[in-house]
């Protein structure tokens, strides 16, 4: 088995290559999904968020209020880090037993956007990043998902740099051509990925 990281800054295109990555043969695990998952309604997670920060997290309908646990974490580093003890741990616990549900010799792809944040590369055979610069990060941001561009400078900001990204990479993707481009280079990634799965993971480098 070879277990890959895979992250990329906010607009970098990292969701379009796991997406591909999973069309080809990869094992792909979403570790926003499990977020989502591991505090679903009626789940221990919500249970502790709720211990947490009270009842206020709840929508009407009993589930996690995002926006509303947003408002309370952002700025307050205090509560992000009690937030991430509660979903972190637990989000690697359910990756760990859907990777260990994967055949022998299966490419496991971990989407994580904050690998780089939450140190996470070395737990990884190859640590696969989606690249594009600032600027291309910007205008993806601001005119695809409608943001202005000063939400759009802080959402990158908040974000690891692309230069800390860049150094914990073993694989580099550079999504800022077009589709047809990054449909090569994702062709091109996946062979080498199947190379080193064939070799085991002592073949990072």
């Given at each position: 088995?070879?277990?890959?990281?895979?992250?990329?800054?906010?607009?970098?295109?990292?969701?379009?290559?796991?997406?591909?990555?999973?069309?080809?043969?990869?094992?792909?695990?979403?570790?926003?999904?499990?977020?989502?998952?591991?505090?679903?309604?009626?789940?221990?997670?919500?249970?502790?968020?709720?211990?947490?920060?009270?009842?206020?997290?709840?929508?009407?309908?009993?589930?996690?209020?995002?926006?509303?646990?947003?408002?309370?974490?952002?700025?307050?580093?205090a509560a992000r880090r009690t937030l991430e003890a509660i979903i972190h741990p637990r989000v690697r616990a359910r990756a760990a037993e859907i990777e260990a549900a994967a055949p022998v010799d299966a490419v496991v792809v971990h989407d994580i956007p904050l690998l780089v944040?939450?140190?996470?590369?070395?737990?990884?055979?190859?640590?696969?990043?989606?690249?594009?610069?600032?600027?291309?990060?910007?205008?993806?941001?601001?005119?695809?998902?409608?943001?202005?561009?000063?939400?759009?400078?802080?959402?990158?900001?908040?974000?690891?740099?692309?230069?800390?990204?860049?150094?914990?990479?073993?694989?580099?993707?550079?999504?800022?051509?077009?589709?047809?481009?990054?449909?090569?280079?994702?062709?091109?990634?996946?062979?080498?990925?199947?190379?080193?799965?064939?070799?085991?993971?002592?073949?990072?480098?």
């Amino acid at each position: 088995m070879l277990r890959v990281g895979l992250t990329g800054g906010i607009g970098a295109g990292k969701s379009a290559v796991a997406a591909r990555l999973g069309e080809l043969g990869a094992v792909v695990i979403d570790s926003d999904v499990l977020a989502r998952e591991v505090v679903a309604k009626g789940t221990d997670g919500l249970a502790e968020v709720m211990k947490a920060f009270g009842d206020g997290v709840l929508t009407p309908a009993g589930e996690l209020d995002r926006p509303a646990v947003g408002r309370i974490v952002f700025g307050d580093e205090a509560a992000r880090r009690t937030l991430e003890a509660i979903i972190h741990p637990r989000v690697r616990a359910r990756a760990a037993e859907i990777e260990a549900a994967a055949p022998v010799d299966a490419v496991v792809v971990h989407d994580i956007p904050l690998l780089v944040e939450t140190g996470q590369a070395d737990r990884f055979d190859v640590v696969l990043v989606v690249d594009v610069p600032v600027d291309v990060q910007l205008e993806r941001l601001t005119t695809q998902r409608g943001m202005a561009e000063a939400e759009a400078r802080q959402r990158i900001a908040s974000q690891a740099s692309r230069e800390d990204r860049l150094a914990v990479a073993d694989v580099v993707v550079d999504n800022s051509g077009t589709l047809a481009d990054l449909g090569r280079r994702i062709a091109e990634v996946w062979d080498g990925l199947q190379a080193r799965a064939g070799h085991g993971p002592d073949t990072k480098g």
